[in-house]
């Protein structure tokens, strides 16, 4: 198990020499200088990941990790706990958008059982790696021990390995869990240092009434537990997720083996703030997908400095919104090593 300073180790910083060599080979392109904008500054960024200046993004993986959460009982989601399971169910049947998506952009949909309150049967696509059956109520105490917290960010990080080593180019980060939007308000509330009201929506779609109880829910959860904003390991124990944490485990890993990470909305979002506390220096392997519909994300999202690559108001999770990100990526770089030069095309540059 990877401690934090290993993590830390483990992560390198990206070479300056990457942007400028893919900048001054997207330059030579027949095309005006900049002129296709956000795609040249994805294709920079995957050729500085991979220290590739012709990444290649054949082999796409999506990773939703599922999990349950204590706090429902406090009435903060318009769905019972259960549906959990059932959409795992669906998304191993095939059944989800998430699978429609990824089957649309060719990418694998990997479920991960990382603390659902079910056992599952073994299932082609469902990795088993259970580390509660869900989190205990956060207004009551820590919604897990720093030991399980731990757990679930090593959980995603071998998960990323072992998927690296089946090939694994570019990976989307996706999430199912009841009542995982108040844990991802709360984690946004104390690492943003922000208001609870600036980030907590509808989540599942909850009324204004419901909103208001979902907000006092949380306020009590943060004073019940008192959080370090700091430390992402106390936050993730005390008020997140065992989704979360694997989902910051998953952004870790991919930073650890130098893949592209490309991040869904606003629970995905919740574990990009803790792989930020955790180590910094995996921002750099981040791309923004999408930015939610859900309150409180365009917050996050402009605390981590990243700027999402495109808005249509979803709010689903699931990993829908990397999904179509994996895609806006792979054009990315299709034009840095399809596109003609002007050398090779005949074309005159500019004056």
């Known amino acids: 198990m990877y401690s934090k300073e290993e993590i830390n180790e483990n992560i390198r910083t990206l070479q300056p020499r990457f942007f400028t060599e893919a900048q001054q080979k997207l330059d ?9 904008g956000r795609l040249e500054a994805v294709a920079m960024q995957i050729a500085a990941i991979t220290q590739n200046l012709s990444p290649a993004l054949e082999h796409k993986y999506i990773v939703t990790m599922a999990a349950d959460h204590g706090v429902v009982e406090e009435g ?30 060719g990418a694998r949909v990997c479920v991960v ?19 509660a059956p869900g ?35 570019i990976i989307g980060t996706g999430e199912m869990g009841i009542g995982n939007t108040t844990a991802s308000s709360a984690v946004a509330a104390v690492i943003c240092g922000a208001k609870v009201d600036t980030v ?6 909850i009324d204004r009434r419901g909103i208001k109880k979902k907000k ?27 989704e979360i944490g694997g989902i910051a485990g998953l952004i870790l890993g991919a930073a650890m083996v130098g893949i592209p990470v490309v991040v869904d909305g606003f629970i995905s979002t ?12 995996c921002k750099s392997y981040m791309l923004a997908s999408h930015r939610s519909a859900e309150a409180g994300h365009t917050l996050m999202l402009d605390y981590l400095g990243l700027k999402p690559m495109f808005d249509f108001d979803m709010r689903l999770g699931e990993g829908t919104g990397a999904a179509l990100g ?11 090593n399809q596109m003609a030069t002007f050398d090779s095309a005949g074309v005159s540059k500019s004056k």
């Not at 009551?140 to 690296?164: C, F, H, R, W, Y």
């Not at 370090?228 to 008020?239: I, N, P, Q």
């Not at 919740?270 to 220096?281: D, K, Q, S, V």
């Open 270 to 281: 919740a574990g990009a703030l803790i792989a930020h506390a955790i180590a910094p220096r």
């Open 135 to 169: 989190t205990a109520n956060m207004t009551k105490g820590p919604a897990m021990s720093l030991q399980q917290a731990l757990a679930a960010v090593n959980t995603g990080i071998e998960i990323v390995k072992d998927l690296a080593r089946e090939g694994c180019q």
């Open 113 to 131: 059982d990382i603390g659902v309150n079910h056992d599952f049967k073994s299932h082609t696509g469902l990795y088993n790696k259970k580390i």
């Open 76 to 105: 903060v989601s318009a769905y019972p706990q259960q549906v959990t399971t059932q959409m795992v169910y669906n998304i191993l049947s095939g059944g989800a958008a998430i699978n429609v998506l990824a089957e649309h952009i």
């Open 326 to 336: 994996i895609n806006i990526a792979e054009a990315a770089v299709k034009i840095m």
């Open 200 to 205: 907590t929506g509808s989540g599942t779609g």
């Open 28 to 36: 030579s392109l027949t095309k005006p200088k900049g002129s296709l």
């Open 216 to 242: 006092e829910v949380i306020e009590k959860a943060l004073r019940v537990n008192k959080p370090v904003a700091g430390d992402g390991l106390d936050v993730l124990a005390k008020v997140g997720g065992l």
